[in-house]
């Protein structure tokens, strides 16, 4: 029995250590310096529209957090419907901009609460 759940563990560190790969086997592109996975050409268009792909690298986020700056920019920032391409945002910001602990030897100090942010221009 400890043999089978040692060749179980063994089979899931190893699909993991896979997927890990995947993810960090993608080129990253030069001008916009986004990672070159599926989805990266929509995101590039759609939010280079406005601003730099800085802004993109700099924010982390899961798929519901995404989706909340998103709106936010619809709401109060004039940026348009994306209607049949939220999905290929979200996965792709969700899956190469997700959340990570923050490297305070790099950052200063943490972002500032949703609560403490300017008010939207009108």
Not at 83 to 89: M, N, Q, R
Request: charged share 20%; net charge negative; aromatic share 12%.
């Amino acid at each position: 029995m400890n043999k089978f759940r040692y060749l179980i563990l063994l089979f899931l560190l190893g699909v993991s250590t896979t997927a890990a790969a995947k993810v960090e086997s993608y080129l990253v592109d030069e001008k916009s310096g986004l990672i070159m996975a599926p989805g990266w050409e929509v995101v590039n268009k759609q939010c280079n529209a406005c601003h730099t792909s800085l802004i993109i690298t700099q924010n982390k986020g899961n798929k519901e957090e995404w989706r909340e700056t998103i709106q936010w920019m619809i709401d109060s920032q004039g940026l348009w419907d994306l209607s049949d391409t939220w999905e290929p945002v979200l996965d792709y910001l969700s899956t190469y901009y997700n959340q990570q602990e923050i490297d305070l030897t790099t950052f200063r100090r943490l972002p500032l609460a949703a609560e403490y942010h300017p008010p939207a221009a009108q």
